[in-house]
């Protein structure tokens, strides 16, 4: 689970090879069933998204917490 703000929330679930997929989200743009790439996670840091795929849309590139960072990282 990771969240950033302004009370944001995501819960991913680990797919192997760097691939993620999104269970739970609140108050975010990422929705449940979004898939993305991602190497590393750090708290105080923006989340780099890679190849985020939203629906039939194209992969794009995508940051949460560009502001301030993630404040909260766990897993679950």
């Known amino acids: 689970m990771v969240s ?3 009370n944001r929330r995501c819960t991913f679930r680990y797919l192997g090879n760097q691939k993620f997929v999104v269970e739970k989200a ?7 069933g979004n898939t993305f790439s991602c190497g590393i ?3 105080g840091e923006p989340l780099y998204l ?11 590139a995508f940051v949460v917490g560009n ?3 993630l404040i909260e990282l766990k897993k679950i």
Do not use: R
Not at 26 to 32: A, I, T
């Open 4 to 6: 950033w703000k302004p």
């Open 26 to 32: 609140e108050n975010s743009k990422l929705k449940v």
């Open 67 to 69: 502001k301030d960072g």
């Open 41 to 43: 996670f750090i708290i």
């Open 50 to 60: 890679n190849d985020l795929i939203q629906g039939d849309n194209a992969p794009v």
